[in-house]
């Protein structure tokens, strides 16, 4: 039910763009960016103005050059700024901050200590880069393999060619949130991550329990799994942004910047919606 409250929580009538930031979410984000350097010139565009130039572009689903030049920096200058926090690894490292942020604020422990594990095939377009074949999905492209908490927010996430199977891509995925993350040991998952060959495998790489959901024999048609369904709501989230529709990009290291950018403004919007809520 709308109130008053939650009008003003969710309210975007006042933005140029329903994916501009508002200042509650600004405030958000902002301090979890860079400092720029105190000498030289002053630059032209500010941050705020680069990383809307982006969720822009994330939301809308557009290719570089219709990144409007008269609402927005340049499209080489938003490029670079994209292109160097990629490669420093920027949204990841934002994404950490603001889980645990998101998670406090709704009373539950920083850091989670389990998760539940899945992975989505999307199509590739002609931009090139590695691809392969999912024979379960009948898709050729790419596997986005994720890991989230129970509440769905992401906590990492890796691309990988799609015909790399769920159990072979799990070490990658658990690999990369360990030492972030170094409470979480226990993983749900589907009937495509049993088997003795992961459970040895993970077993070199940390203590790791891996719990089956699996369906019912007496299951007929749809059916809500417990736990798994949290990990599906997730990659609906997400996808509400068209860049994610396909993975459009020539490198992997871009489709997981765009994969990391859209959970750090899912859980911006929540913490700020959060804190305006608590003004009330």
């Known amino acids: 039910m709308w109130t008053d409250i939650t009008r003003a929580?969710?309210?975007?009538?006042?933005?140029?763009?329903?994916?501009?930031?508002?200042?509650?979410?600004?405030?958000?984000?902002?301090?979890?960016?860079?400092?720029?350097?105190?000498?030289?010139?002053?630059?032209?565009?500010?941050?705020?103005?680069?990383?809307?130039a982006v969720l822009y572009l994330?939301?809308?689903?557009?290719?570089?050059?219709?990144?409007?030049?008269?609402?927005?920096?340049p499209m080489t200058t938003?490029?670079?700024?994209?292109?160097?926090?990629?490669?420093?690894?920027?949204?990841?490292?934002?994404?950490?901050?603001?889980?645990?942020?998101?998670?406090?604020?709704?009373g539950r422990e920083a850091s989670p200590t389990a998760g539940v594990i899945d992975s989505q095939s999307v199509k590739t377009t002609e931009?090139?880069?590695?691809?392969?074949y999912d024979a379960g999905k009948k898709i050729k492209g790419r596997k986005r393999h994720i890991v989230t908490d129970t509440q769905g927010l992401l906590?990492?996430?890796?691309?990988?060619?799609?015909?790399v199977q769920d159990r072979d891509g799990t070490p990658d995925v658990l690999r990369s949130i360990r030492?972030?993350?170094?409470?979480?040991?226990?993983?749900?998952a589907d009937g495509g991550y049993a088997g003795e060959k992961l459970k040895a495998v993970l077993e070199k790489?940390?203590?790791?329990?891996?719990?089956?959901?699996k369906r019912s024999d007496a299951a007929q048609g749809f059916e809500v799994l417990p736990r798994r369904w949290v990990v599906e709501r997730t990659f609906a989230w997400l996808g509400r942004n068209r860049r994610l529709a396909k993975d459009f990009e020539r490198t992997i290291e871009s489709a997981t910047a765009w994969l990391f950018l859209a959970s750090v403004q899912l859980m911006t919007r929540r913490i700020a919606a959060i804190k305006t809520a608590m003004q009330f």
């Open 9 to 52: 929580q969710f309210a975007r009538e006042e933005l140029r763009l329903p994916s501009d930031l508002t200042d509650a979410e600004w405030g958000v984000l902002e301090r979890l960016l860079p400092v720029r350097a105190k000498r030289g010139r002053r630059p032209k565009w500010s941050y705020r103005d680069i990383v809307e």
């Open 58 to 73: 994330l939301r809308g689903g557009l290719p570089w050059r219709m990144l409007p030049p008269t609402l927005f920096p």
């Open 78 to 106: 938003v490029q670079y700024y994209f292109y160097q926090w990629r490669d420093s690894g920027l949204w990841q490292s934002i994404n950490h901050a603001l889980l645990m942020l998101a998670r406090e604020a709704i």
């Open 127 to 132: 931009s090139g880069g590695p691809r392969g």
């Open 155 to 163: 906590v990492g996430a890796i691309v990988h060619a799609a015909d």
């Open 179 to 188: 030492y972030r993350f170094p409470w979480l040991r226990h993983i749900f």
């Open 205 to 213: 790489i940390g203590r790791w329990t891996v719990e089956i959901i």
